[in-house]
């Protein structure tokens, strides 16, 4: 029995509950149609997936770890992160703990050159969707230029005069309260104080702390309004006068959230094994005598066996920059690249059911029906703020489905050439190498003075290969320190490919 867990997230304050309630639904149809068992949920309510600082997602990571379920369901891999770093290392994390992470929207097949190929068709696909994106964002410049209101929240302070956003009268003298105060330097918690005491709310109850943090970091209140590195000082009146605003800001530099830990990544973790007694090498950390931190890959017969190996300790960052640069010269040949694009190709031209695209077709009826319903309650008088709110949400849904339909028909219908495939295989060298490298390299065994490569897949076996082939004779002076002072020594590499199973 194959059993999963469901991860869900949403971030803005124009989604809602009903956000959720969409990507649990779709995650167990997934679940269905694959025969998964669902163990648990996990949800994150208004959490950005820019960091990892989220309850339940670090909940979720660290219960990974009991080897209770196999698999993570997202209903978009945005969903788990949108964060880069942040996504290869606790994929790195899910996968060492033996957990595969799913994507219930986006069909990624599970091979080497799938993986490759939905990048690939991704990437073509999006631009079919950046001319809708690149027409509102003009729109919405020029409604930022005419000084009109977009939508959406306003800061304390304001409210909204036919299409301007106007001062709110009412509110006026608290935000100069609020930034005089603390620009004379009250702590924000006493500011909160006097302000209840005074009988001033927001919303009923008493500010919060990051409410009155945020009031005062706003450059609005100075009547500047910054969006996509442009600046528009016709949107807001000023409220707070510039040199009250720079007291306040020199006295913010503090960083009242506190500091975050990051743990070290070792990118070559569970590819790398002894080339003498065949343990599997592992992270290691130790301190010099200056008490510098120094982080290491370390043969696990010699730490956890001692059965008297001789591989000795390499440093990390020596290691994996070798490992990079070497195995991005092999596939950056023109053989190697030769025989991808020709399993890309290959991959490309098989036939296959667009499922995805299925789904939100339906989803988007779904929505429209349900905007209908409330179109006819409109137009019977039940207009309130709920039903206004729950239109804009419903109208934004439908947007990002048609988004999402024009993408996933892009896959379907593009057939990307031979030569945007190369382009695009040698962009992922430079930019994604980690990826290429993950899904193609089967093991990488290591000596005192030479590396094995292995790669998983035959795709990079030519038709008279009997199996396995010396690609590279590669020899360079490297560092290896298993003391202060690191020694000097040749290494040479060499690659071979698994013959077909």
């Given at each position: ?233 016709n949107m807001f009146p000023r409220i707070i006068d510039d040199e009250t605003f720079a007291k306040v800001k020199a006295r913010s530099k503090v960083n009242h959230y506190g500091k975050r830990s990051v743990k070290t990544v070792y990118l070559f973790r569970n590819k790398l094994v002894c080339g003498y007694c065949g343990k599997p090498i592992s992270a290691e950390s130790g301190t010099t ?213």
């Open positions: 029995m194959k059993t999963a867990v469901i991860y869900a997230r949403y971030s803005s304050d124009s989604q809602t509950e009903q956000s959720i309630e969409g990507q649990l639904r779709v995650c167990e149809e997934f679940a269905q149609r694959n025969d998964l068992v669902i163990l648990n949920t996990y949800i994150d309510r208004a959490m950005t997936g820019t960091n990892d600082n989220r309850p339940d997602f670090q909940k979720m990571i660290k219960e990974s770890s009991n080897h209770e379920w196999q698999y993570v369901i997202d209903y978009k891999l945005d969903r788990f992160s949108r964060n880069k770093y942040e996504t290869a290392k606790y994929k790195k994390v899910l996968k060492d703990n033996g957990v595969k992470l799913l994507s219930a929207m986006e069909n990624i097949p599970d091979t080497p050159e799938g993986i490759i190929l939905e990048s690939l068709l991704e990437g073509m696909a999006e631009y079919y969707s950046a001319e809708l994106a690149q027409k509102v964002k003009r729109g919405m410049h020029e409604t930022r230029l005419k000084g009109n209101y977009q939508g959406g929240g306003l800061p304390y302070g304001y409210k909204i005069d036919g299409r301007k956003i106007v001062i709110d009268e009412t509110k006026e003298d608290i935000v100069k309260y609020i930034f005089k105060q603390y620009a004379m330097g009250k702590f924000v918690r006493n500011i909160i104080e006097e302000l209840t005491q005074k009988g001033i709310y927001k919303n009923g109850k008493p500010f919060a702390v990051n409410t009155i943090y945020g009031i005062l970091k706003n450059e609005r209140y100075i009547g500047k309004y910054t969006k996509d590195n442009e600046v528009y000082t005598r200056l008490g510098k931190k120094i982080n290491y890959y370390k043969c696990i017969g010699i730490k956890k066996y001692r059965n008297n190996c001789i591989k000795e300790t390499i440093r990390q960052d020596i290691l994996e920059e070798y490992l990079l640069n070497t195995i991005i010269t092999e596939l950056s040949k023109q053989k190697v690249q030769d025989q991808i694009v020709k399993k890309l190709m290959d991959l490309q031209n098989t036939p296959k059911t667009n499922t995805n695209l299925n789904m939100l077709v339906k989803s988007k009826k779904q929505v429209e029906m349900t905007l209908n319903n409330i179109m006819l309650a409109v137009e019977q008088g039940v207009v309130n703020k709920t039903t206004n709110n729950r239109m804009k949400e419903l109208e934004q849904q439908i947007e990002d489905i048609e988004r999402q339909i024009l993408v996933e028909r892009s896959k379907t219908l593009i057939k990307i050439s031979e030569k945007d495939i190369r382009k695009f295989y040698i962009e992922a060298l430079k930019l994604e190498p980690l990826l290429l490298i993950d899904a193609l390299i089967k093991q990488i065994k290591l000596y005192n003075d030479k590396v094995e490569i292995t790669f998983n897949t035959p795709t990079l076996q030519s038709p008279n290969d009997k199996g396995s082939f010396l690609m590279l004779k590669n020899k360079m002076k490297k560092i290896i320190q298993n003391k202060p002072e690191p020694a000097l020594i040749d290494m040479s590499v060499e690659f071979y490919v698994q013959p077909p199973k």
